[in-house]
Nanobody, 125 residues
Framework: HVQLVESGGGSVQAGGSLRLSCAVS????????MGWFRQAAGREREGVAA???????TGADSVKGRFTISRDSAKNTLYLQMNSLKPEDTAMYYC????????????????????WGQGTQVTVS
């Protein structure tokens, strides 16, 4: 079965950096859509960044220039490098995967993603 396990969250001061990891089993990330989502308290889950099967990436306007999504095919692991963190980045961050087209993938619509991790908390103060 497909399993996604996030790690790397924590507490950091504004302006700091964190790198989230998502170790995946049961699904080959290099030929599937992968994304990072986040959910702040009292808000809906939103798509932060996504990477399609052919390597194209997309990111939310709020994180462009600060967050970078990448993958290591040999380790079957997805990453989210987060720089210049702001208090408004505070949220639970989720890794997600979908056997979907690149158009659907890069649209970062959460209903299209079928596999989810348990989340890792990021707190920026």
């Amino acid at each position: 079965h497909v399993q996604l396990v996030e790690s790397g969250g924590g507490s950091v001061q504004a302006g700091g950096s964190l790198r989230l990891s998502c170790a995946v089993s049961g699904l080959t990330i290099s030929v599937n859509c992968m994304g990072w989502f986040r959910q702040a308290a009292g808000r809906e889950r939103e798509g932060v960044a996504a990477i399609g099967r052919y390597g194209a990436t997309t990111g939310a306007d709020s994180v462009k220039g600060r967050f970078t999504i990448s993958r290591d095919s040999a380790k079957n692991t997805l990453y989210l490098q987060m720089n210049s963190l702001k208090p408004e980045d505070t949220a639970m961050y989720y890794c997600a995967a979908g056997r979907i087209s690149d158009n659907a993938c890069l649209s970062r619509n959460r209903v299209d993603y079928m596999y989810w991790g348990q989340g890792t908390q990021v707190t920026v103060s």
